[in-house]
């Protein structure tokens, strides 16, 4: 079955320093959406892409899907205290389902 | 209400009793998703609703697993002979109008399943 898969699981960021957070699906998907979870929190939804290549911005954060659709990634500029937590990807094959990845866990130092 | 609700948020049972999980979806949301997290992992898919009917229990771990949904509107995630493996947090989420997966799906709170 489909799986999508998250690198890195933890990333540990210096106040200021930019990352990038990357998704990867076996199959082809039909969108993905990607949710941040805030410490003893729940998933919230950020953004979705269904275009291939596809590029959006909300403010310092930076969202791509790969040409083939088959992955995504996540960029973050200038990381700021409020951006811990867990980012997760959840990709699509085109039908309700959404499987999502494991998640990258954000720690900042500030 | 303003947002998906899930009662109770912490559960703690003994191992062997069955368990009841509450969820009520926004108002109006025809699709209800139920998914397990446990402690530093994803979402694991459990079951889909559309309406009242569920087409997809395909993510249910085991038999003593079940759920429901009447109305249309709450549903009961329901665990019997709970397991220490059942011990995680179960969030639901509800979206729109489901049957395609471009519908946002807004995440309850959770229910942290504790079995001793």
């Known amino acids: 079955g489909q799986q999508v898969m998250q690198i890195p699981q933890y990333q540990h960021v210096q106040e200021g320093e930019d990352f990038t957070t990357y998704c990867n699906s076996s199959?082809?998907?039909?969108?993905i959406q990607w949710y941040k979870q805030r410490p003893g929190g729940h998933p919230v939804f950020l953004i979705q892409?269904?275009?291939?290549?596809e590029v959006k911005k909300q403010k310092r954060l930076t969202f791509q899907f790969g040409e083939a659709k088959k992955n995504s990634s996540l960029h973050i500029t200038a990381t700021q205290t409020t951006d811990v937590g867990t980012y997760f990807c959840a990709g699509s094959e085109g039908f309700y389902k959404l499987s999502f990845g494991a998640g990258t866990t954000v720690t900042v130092r500030a | 209400g303003a947002g998906v609700s899930q009662s109770p948020s912490n559960k703690v049972t003994e191992k062997g009793k069955d368990v009841e999980l509450r969820c009520d979806p926004i108002?109006?949301?025809?699709?209800l998703y139920w998914y397990r997290q446990s402690l530093g992992q994803g979402l694991e898919f459990l079951i889909y609703?559309?309406?009242?009917?569920?087409?997809?229990k395909s993510g249910l771990p085991s038999d003593r697993f079940s759920a429901e949904r009447t109305g249309g509107s709450v549903s009961t995630l329901t665990i019997q002979r709970t397991q220490q493996e059942d011990s995680a947090v179960y969030l639901c989420a509800s979206s729109p109008s489901g049957g395609t997966s471009t519908d946002t799906q807004y995440f309850g709170p959770g229910t942290r399943l504790t079995v001793l």
């Open positions: 108002s109006g949301h025809t699709a």
């Open positions: 609703f559309q309406g009242n009917s569920a087409p997809d």
């Open positions: 199959t082809t998907l039909s969108n």
């Open positions: 892409l269904v275009k291939s290549g």
